[in-house]
């Protein structure tokens, strides 16, 4: 009856042996990037750096984004500004600077500035406008980066749990 006893023993391990096997072989099969868990945890490491580095250049990206929209907005102000002054000098007859009679010296003078001014803003509104859809490409593309970096660190995340099941 111990013989009987011992051979169940046995076919049990062997049993048992076997399923941690396959759950071994299983979690080699699931792991998702190969390698040493030693260099997934400095892989791990330097991709949380590069990670960090590209969110920082992100919020670069956004105070740039925020100041060409403040340069937008300033010169389309300037250009409405400059309107204005053209169109209320060309109604008045005084100077309400001066109080003497507005000529067509002064008011060419005055056209030929808010004209200068209306040019300089227009251009400026379409270079920043210009630069600001290459920055915001340029957040699209970090962030796109980013979400590689984070999936990569994830996956070796991922190795390393099952690498300690299987040591385990």
């Known amino acids: 009856s111990q013989i009987e006893d011992k051979k169940r023993q046995v076919q049990g391990l062997k049993n048992e042996s076997t399923f941690l096997l396959q759950q071994i072989e299983t979690l080699e099969n699931e792991i998702p990037v190969k390698g040493e868990m030693q260099s997934h945890g400095k892989a ?21 984004i925020l100041e060409k929209e403040k340069t937008i907005a300033v010169q389309s102000q300037i250009m409405k500004d400059s309107v204005e002054v053209k169109d209320q000098l060309s109604k008045l007859d005084i100077c309400p600077l001066c109080q003497t009679k507005v000529t067509d010296n002064h008011k060419h003078h005055v056209f030929e500035k808010s004209d200068i001014a209306l040019s300089t803003a227009n251009e400026l509104i379409k270079q920043s406008r210009k630069e600001l859809e290459e920055t915001k490409k340029m957040v699209i593309d970090v962030k796109n980066e980013i979400g590689v970096i984070e999936n990569e660190m994830h996956a070796r995340k991922i190795s390393v749990v099952k690498k300690q099941g299987i040591i385990d």
Do not use: G, P, Y
């Open 44 to 64: 791990i490491v330097l991709l949380k750096e590069e990670s960090e580095k590209l969110k920082q250049k992100i919020e670069n990206l956004d105070k740039d």
